[in-house]
């Protein structure tokens, strides 16, 4: 696993023109992972200030392909080291997939390495300390919004006249009014996600260290997704944070999706 500080050193001189950024970890001791990086290439540290990033060499560009299959394939490589690195140093910045350091002149990529962890070195070890002990989850909460429909109608007098009056309405009448339904039903939906997102915010928030929310995506089949959320969550409060969620999955017509954990991605 780990290599003399003579043949890391040796190894650095040979760099192609860049270097691929997978995290930064504290550290000193330098060490090679293997080639169990982005291609299977050689995964090793550069260590500056207190600090170790880890990277492969690679050529000064982007990964690209069109293959989309082997795209995925580079993205889980990265995540899969990323991973490797968190449990090896136990807390790391991670960086997205395709992060190149390239030279620059007579500044090879690994001067520029080590002159922006110089330079940022404080932020860096501030960062790190913000996210030590925690890991990242993702929460999604999508509800059926043919039962919320259904629910809306029910309990806001005014749909439950027009629904009932469309029964007793001629075809061209009962058309114009089930327009006019599903404009105030879809309105009073907006209305009951804000506050749903609301209150299910402020349940969650004492729960975590930091939150962060994210766009919202496609849910599965007769779900509508109304709040994505990454939360860093300190590791002995993730059993709180689940209890909550609990709680929100058991309401009717509620759904929670709860990943991870991963290395801190959305704070890093």
Excluded at 12 to 32: Q, R, S, W
Excluded at 55 to 83: F, G, I, R, T
Excluded at 236 to 249: A, F, N, Q, S
Excluded at 252 to 260: C, Q
Aim: net charge negative; glycine share 6%; proline share 3%.
């Amino acid at each position: 696993m780990e290599e003399s500080q003579a043949s890391i050193s040796d190894k650095k001189e040979t760099i192609a023109g860049g270097l691929y950024l997978y995290c930064i970890a504290e550290g000193e001791k330098e060490v090679n992972f293997g080639k169990i990086g982005v291609e299977e290439e050689e995964v090793y540290t550069t260590s500056c200030d207190g600090l170790l990033a880890v990277v492969h060499d690679c050529q000064p560009e982007p990964y690209k392909s069109e293959n989309e299959e082997l795209v995925k394939k580079w993205v889980m490589a990265h995540q899969k080291m990323v991973d490797t690195a968190w449990e090896r140093f136990g807390t790391v910045l991670p960086f997205g997939f395709d992060t190149i350091i390239r030279s620059e002149g007579n500044i090879s990529s690994e001067e520029s390495l080590k002159n922006w962890l110089k330079k940022d070195c404080q932020n860096l070890k501030e960062k790190l300390e913000k996210v030590r002990d925690k890991e990242e989850y993702g929460v999604q909460i999508s509800w059926d919004p043919k039962i919320i429909a259904g629910q809306i109608i029910q309990t806001v007098p005014e749909l439950k006249k027009l629904d009932e009056e469309i029964k007793t309405k001629s075809a061209g009448t009962a058309f114009m009014y089930e327009e006019k339904l599903k404009k105030l039903i879809r309105e009073e939906m907006e209305k009951k996600a804000d506050e749903c997102f609301k209150d299910f915010y402020g349940r969650i928030r004492p729960k975590v260290n930091d939150i962060k929310i994210d766009k919202t995506k496609k849910a599965g089949e007769g779900k509508q997704m109304f709040a994505n959320l990454s939360c860093l969550v300190n590791k002995d409060k993730v059993k709180e944070l689940g209890e909550v969620l609990d709680e929100i999955e058991g309401t009717e017509a509620f759904f929670v999706r709860f990943t991870g954990p991963w290395p801190p991605y959305s704070f890093a």
